[in-house]
């Protein structure tokens, strides 16, 4: 069974730092696309950031020069590393990956259960 599994989650007080972890397991052939997202109480799923196998990247505005997505193919595991927190990003934030189970079948979109991040003024 494919499973996202994020860590790294908690209580930080704000310009604080916290690392989260995405690992991927189960039978995968490969992972393409990566991403973060996130979803504050109240309001939709946004984007986080997302990053390509290759390491090709792209950033929210509002979180641009303060976290950086980061990936070890070799591993299955993507990370976020966020500085300077603020209290408007107390989110769940979500690990989302285009995986491929097989050589011959479609890549299939996945979903972390989350992992709760709150900053605290």
């Known amino acids: 069974q494919v499973q996202l599994v994020e860590s790294g989650g908690g209580l930080v007080q704000a310009g604080g730092s916290l690392r989260l972890s995405c690992a991927a397991s189960?039978?995968?052939?490969?992972?393409?696309?990566m991403g973060w997202y996130r979803q504050a109480p109240g309001k939709q799923r946004e984007l986080v950031a997302r990053?390509?196998?290759?390491?090709?990247?792209n950033y929210a505005e509002s979180v641009k020069g303060r976290f950086t997505i980061s990936r070890d193919n070799a591993k299955n595991t993507m990370y976020l590393e966020m500085n300077s927190l603020k209290p408007e990003d107390t989110a769940v934030y979500y690990c989302?990956?285009?995986?491929?189970?097989?050589?011959?079948?479609?890549?299939?979109?996945?979903w972390g259960q989350g992992t709760q991040v709150t900053v605290s003024s």
């Open positions: 189960g039978s995968i052939v490969s992972i393409n696309d």
């Open positions: 990053i390509t196998r290759g390491g090709s990247t």
């Open positions: 989302n990956a285009d995986l491929r189970l097989s050589v011959i079948s479609p890549l299939r979109n996945y």
